[in-house]
């Protein structure tokens, strides 16, 4: 695959990186969109509970390969914007990896999903990245929260809406026609993190995904560049260094 993004030349993380994504809470409100959140639905309630639907949809989520992803991002704040290139090695459901590169290539994060757990390199802030069933989000692919119950499932037309409780979390899934197109995590305290979906490439992957942590008005967005279906990646893919 031809890319800027060398991604074997910088694996693990710039230590500033972890200074820069806690500092992004300085973004400007986003209070319009909240009303959003409130507005009235309009979906007609099908059985509280429906484990087949939630095992349609992670299916119809799933990729049949493992992928390798490049994208650019964009994370905003109030003082400034930061952009570069990224990377992702998927091999769906157990395992995937996350690079982020500056606008010279330079390495800003690496994080990686095995077998439910967030994995970063020695050293980074554990905060630095959304739970598990976020970062596979925005990846397109659904995994519901690590021991969470579904309590919920609601259609309206061809929408569906699935709904989790882990431990203090309330987690919301909603799909259009079996394609997940959005997640919104409500944590104990009433802080929200969310991530939107929108477009489809070829290979049924969301060309946007944006990542909201609404406590703290921290926006990054993902947009799809290239996609290859690939062999299983070596096991050094999943060990990640500190700089």
Do not use: H
């Not at 979390?169 to 969310?194: P, Q, V």
């Not at 909201?212 to 062999?231: C, H, N, P, S, Y």
């Amino acid at each position: 695959m031809r890319s800027r993004v060398d991604y074997e030349s910088g694996p693990g993380y710039t230590p500033g990186f972890s200074v820069f994504f806690r500092d992004l809470g300085k973004l400007a409100p986003l209070a319009a969109a909240v009303l959003i959140a409130c507005a009235a639905r309009t979906d007609t309630p099908s059985a509280p509970v429906n484990p087949e639907a939630a095992r349609v949809v992670m299916e119809a989520n799933l990729p049949s390969s493992p992928l390798w992803i490049i994208f650019d991002w964009e994370a905003r704040e109030r003082e400034g914007r930061f952009t570069g290139q990224g990377a992702a090695r998927v091999e769906a459901p157990s395992r995937a990896r996350l690079d982020l590169f500056g606008p010279r290539g330079e390495s800003y994060l690496s994080a990686a999903i095995i077998d439910g757990e967030i994995k970063l390199p020695p050293g980074a802030a554990a905060d630095l990245v959304p739970p598990p069933a976020l970062l596979w989000g925005a990846l397109g692919i659904f995994q519901p929260p690590a021991g969470g119950e579904l309590t919920r499932s609601v259609r309206s037309n061809n929408g569906l809406r699935l709904e989790y409780r882990a431990g203090d979390e309330a987690w919301t899934f909603e799909f259009e026609k079996e394609r997940l197109r959005r997640i919104e995590l409500k944590g104990r305290d009433g802080a929200r993190k969310t991530i939107d979906l929108k477009g489809e490439d070829g290979a049924r992957l969301p060309r946007e995904a944006i990542y909201r942590d609404w406590a703290t008005f921290t926006e990054l967005k993902l947009k799809l560049g290239e996609v290859e279906e690939v062999d299983p990646f070596p096991p050094e893919t999943w060990q990640l260094y500190a700089r």
